[in-house]
């Protein structure tokens, strides 16, 4: 991890050029959110297999997550950043393309590849590269990207399903695909490549769930997770769209407006995780968004749903920035990629079993219940994200950071 003797910037170019990567990795990620469900009906299946496309881009996120942070690790995240955006690009020109539900399925899986390759990578160099104080503020300077993708591309993907069809959203995707390897192969830097063996690998990874703040940390992911992409990808749009009558562009504002304010109180979120703490914030974003997402299934027009998700927008970017950082001060030296990979794992069985569970209760038309058993869910995360230790710091003040 970076030393504090580092200069105390937050925007560095390293920073900037990795944030704005996750914009346009994000935009095309969060293009097809308004109209994948609806893309899959197109085929004739059940809404729990619409739900499927999603778990089955985290099942493929979930087991590339740790080897996407040893291969960064052991070969330097630029090179690893650039096999995730080319498969980024063909994955998007089969679902495009595909003629059928296993097709569309199959490109899903070799999305969350591409994805878990960037993203890991990614958060490897931000940690490494960056003094532990000032790791809050980074993290939502590349949040910032990140949300920013998410707030414009669902508005994007749905007027663009309009104006073309259900396909016009990937083809726009993999030219975003396209757009990331120029970035990524001009302008990163990537660290040292470690060299670790895969003994060392996994001595390092048993280590870190060892340690009760991490295990906690991950429990906490993957409850966030369950609510990302089982009610807000999945549930709301069958919602909206099935329950409601609302069309895609109208889904897309909902689910535009939540990122749009995810945006506006990220950085000022950051800036409390550093001053703060780590819990407190966390804890704090937690509880409002569970108030929120079980308010969801009693709303049941357009005007009121952008202003609950206008209003749960300040809490998810509470609840987002701590989580990345707690696995950044955790992270033992020369090994960040692995125990990002490790933390990132958590959150994708969580977007696996979301979708599904909500899915089912979608197909038992119980759209409520759903709503609320994820915010139920939040607060038992909350309830855990208290006992995790502060880590203001870098480390869980009082302890001894964590060798490998």
Do not use: H, K
């Not at 790791?135 to 073309?164: F, K, N």
């Not at 003994?199 to 429990?219: E, G, Y």
């Not at 990132?344 to 219940?369: C, M, N, Q, W, Y």
């Amino acid at each position: 991890m970076a030393s504090d003797a580092r200069p105390a910037r937050v925007l560095t170019r390293q920073t900037v050029v990795l944030s704005v990567g996750a914009f346009i990795v994000m935009l095309g990620l969060s293009l097809v959110v308004p109209i994948l469900p609806l893309y899959a009906r197109e085929f004739g299946v059940s809404r729990t297999a619409a739900g499927a496309l999603v778990s089955s881009f985290a099942v493929a996120r979930l087991a590339f997550d740790l080897a996407g942070g040893v291969l960064a690790d052991r070969f330097g995240a630029r090179r690893v950043m650039l096999v995730g955006a080319w498969v980024l690009v063909l994955s998007s020109v089969g679902a495009a393309l595909a003629p059928n539900y296993a097709v569309l399925l199959v490109t899903r899986v070799l999305e969350g590849v591409g994805s878990a390759a960037f993203a890991t990578s990614a958060n490897q160099l931000l940690v490494i590269t960056t003094p532990g104080a000032l790791l809050g503020r980074t993290i939502a300077v590349y949040q910032t990207g990140i949300l920013s993708g998410i707030s414009i591309g669902p508005i994007v993907g749905g007027q663009a399903a309009e104006l073309g069809d259900f396909t016009t959203p990937f083809w726009i995707y993999a030219g975003l695909g396209v757009l990331v390897v120029l970035l990524v192969g001009r302008f990163v830097e990537s660290g040292e490549p470690q060299g670790r063996t895969l003994r060392q690998v996994f001595s390092t990874a048993r280590v870190v769930v060892r340690r009760p703040a991490f295990v906690a940390l991950m429990v906490v992911t993957f409850c966030i997770f369950i609510f990302r992409a089982g009610a807000r990808l999945t549930l709301l749009p069958l919602y909206a769209g099935e329950e409601l009558g609302l069309d895609e562009s109208d889904i897309g504002v909902i689910l535009a407006s939540a990122a749009i304010v995810n945006v506006l109180v990220v950085n000022p979120g950051g800036w409390l995780v550093d001053r703060i703490g780590r819990r407190p914030v966390l804890v704090t974003g937690l509880v409002l968004t569970a108030a929120a997402t079980a308010a969801t299934g009693f709303l049941d027009t357009f005007a009121s749903l952008v202003v609950l998700f206008s209003a749960s927008g300040v809490a998810a970017a509470l609840a987002s920035i701590p989580p990345p950082t707690l696995a950044g001060d955790l992270a033992p030296e020369g090994a960040v990629g692995v125990a990002v990979g490790v933390y990132r794992s958590a959150g994708d069985v969580g977007l696996i079993v979301g979708p599904l569970v909500v899915g089912a209760a979608a197909d038992a038309d119980a759209f409520t219940t759903g709503f609320v058993l994820v915010g139920v869910l939040l607060v038992v995360a909350a309830v855990i994200a208290a006992f995790i230790p502060e880590t203001r710091e870098g480390r869980p003040l009082g302890e001894a950071p964590v060798e490998p």
